[in-house]
């Protein structure tokens, strides 16, 4: 199903027309490229409320293929907002425009999908589409596809044109692609000097060779010094650096979890978790620090506080093309670490599994004249806590907060609480959010993570399906329904 949302304030433009005309039938146009099947039925209703014309209008659309679209559009509005939410069996796509932000007439855009079917992926490339051919005429010269051979993105990039269209070699598992067209289209776009960098793996590269002894061996020291910390019981990989290097965190988060996340095992990655006193960390953790050399004395003295109690890798890093060395040194390390521990770093078996148990499951409660729907443990008319664990739930007296806090207290030494939002991230948001895992981590000395839907799905999700049982795991939504079926997203 689909919904979209136009709603702007009055500006006294376009008063002689309907708002359909004047603003709907952008949205309807989007629509039609997204499901691609003849429209059955429309149910509509709209009202004048400053104009002599329909103002707000509310538009119902039925396709053949069973898809229905709710399509609101008003210019008296209180507030602006340009918003289309996709509902599909395995996945929930949330868009607010933005090319107001951005001028279509100058961008390029790079649409990157290793399968050529990512549904986020191409739901943007789709919209995206759509508003250059209104704006700019044939749009396939905006456009920059990667992809693997023979995919349907590739096709895609044939048939319409685009700009150019790179390869890449389908053995090369998404997770390890930053030093292939994956990561170094987007770097050249940037302005980054591309031979410098792969100088810098080559460099590494050879610190990391077969005849390097292993004591030397840049990569795979750090591999077993990684697995042997997990054997001890120490899985927590937590990125400590906040300075220009803090986002390698979010690659390297993915590499570890996705690759080491299965059979019951893995390194769990903590990124961005706000620095604390040493003493409210785990015994379960080890950090990890990498930065510029320019900022290893300013970070020098909190690092030796927490290597007082726990075990603390540092990374000095000349300059950031240095970066190089370390995306080469990282993966073979944790290619090294999944052998250890034995595990297949290059499969990610459950993420699929996951995506058919969906289906199955939304299938059965469609084919239910009522479709059961847990009941929540908690619920204040505001916010509703559901609660799937194996374990009971302590008794909340029906108070969401109570629930979460009882939530919060299965976890033991050695757990880490994942805090997944699926819904839009705001500045307010993360703040709220970030005070939630400082409390967290204070009161029950355990590690958390958050990672915004779907966005995770692709970067922690295998390893929340298939890592270590210590997993306790918070999903937030704002349960928008599902129209064209009676489930909703919570459901």
């Not at 039609?32 to 104009?51: D, E, K, N, Q």
């Not at 090319?99 to 855009?109: G, H, K, V």
Request: glycine share 10%.
């Amino acid at each position: 199903g689909g919904e979209c949302h136009r709603l702007g304030m009055f500006g006294g433009r376009g008063m002689d027309v309907d708002v359909v005309l004047d603003l709907m039938i952008h949205d309807i146009d989007l629509l039609l490229s997204f499901v691609r099947s003849p429209v059955t039925r429309i149910s509509a209703v709209g009202v004048p409320v400053i104009s002599q014309n329909v103002d707000i209008a509310n538009a119902r659309l039925t396709f053949a293929n069973g898809c229905v679209a709710n399509v609101t559009a008003s210019r008296v509005s209180m507030r602006k907002q340009r918003k289309i939410r996709i509902f599909q069996e395995d996945a929930y796509v949330s868009m607010d425009f933005v090319e107001n932000q951005i001028d279509l007439a100058s961008t390029l855009f790079i649409v990157a999908s290793k399968s050529g079917t990512t549904l986020e992926t191409m739901s943007f490339y789709r919209y995206f589409r759509n508003r250059l051919e209104v704006t700019v005429g044939a749009p396939g010269s905006r456009f920059i596809a990667i992809t693997d051979p023979g995919t349907p993105l590739a096709d895609e990039a044939a048939a319409c044109g685009f700009r150019a269209c790179f390869e890449n070699p389908p053995d090369i598992g998404g997770r390890y692609s930053v030093l292939s067209y994956f990561g170094l289209v987007p770097m050249a776009l940037c302005g980054v000097p591309i031979e410098e960098l792969l100088e810098r793996a080559r460099a590494m590269r050879a610190l990391c060779g077969p005849v390097v002894p292993a004591s030397h061996n840049q990569g795979t020291r750090l591999g077993t010094t990684l697995a042997t910390l997990a054997l001890q019981g120490r899985d927590k990989v937590t990125f400590t650096a906040t300075g220009a290097l803090s986002s390698f965190a979010l690659w390297a988060e993915q590499l570890i979890a996705e690759s080491t996340g299965k059979n019951g095992r893995g390194l769990v990655p903590i990124a961005d978790e706000p620095l604390g006193d040493p003493s409210e960390y785990g015994s379960d953790r080890v950090f990890v620090w990498l930065g510029l050399e320019a900022e290893a004395e300013k970070a020098a003295a909190e690092l030796d506080r927490l290597g007082a109690i726990h075990p603390v890798l540092r990374f000095q890093l000349p300059d950031r093309l240095a970066l190089g060395g370390e995306f080469y040194r990282w993966e073979l390390a944790i290619a090294t670490a999944g052998a250890l521990l034995h595990i297949n770093p290059f499969d990610q078996p459950n993420v699929e599994e996951s995506k058919r148990s969906a289906r199955e499951v939304l299938s059965e409660w469609r084919d239910e004249e009522e479709p059961i729907d847990e009941a929540p443990v908690a619920d204040d008319g505001r916010l509703a806590v559901y609660w799937g664990g194996g374990n009971s739930l302590p008794a909340s007296n029906g108070s969401p907060t109570e629930a979460v806090e009882a939530i919060a207290n299965l976890a033991t030494s050695g757990d880490y609480v994942a805090i997944l939002p699926y819904f839009a991230e705001t500045a307010e948001r993360d703040g709220a959010l970030e005070a939630l895992r400082a409390r967290l981590r204070a009161e029950h000395h355990v590690a958390t993570t958050i990672g915004y839907g779907p966005r995770y799905l692709h970067s922690t999700g295998q390893l929340h399906k298939g890592g270590p049982a210590t997993g306790i795991f918070l999903l937030l939504t704002a349960s928008p329904p599902v129209e064209s079926r009676p489930l909703s997203v919570g459901s």
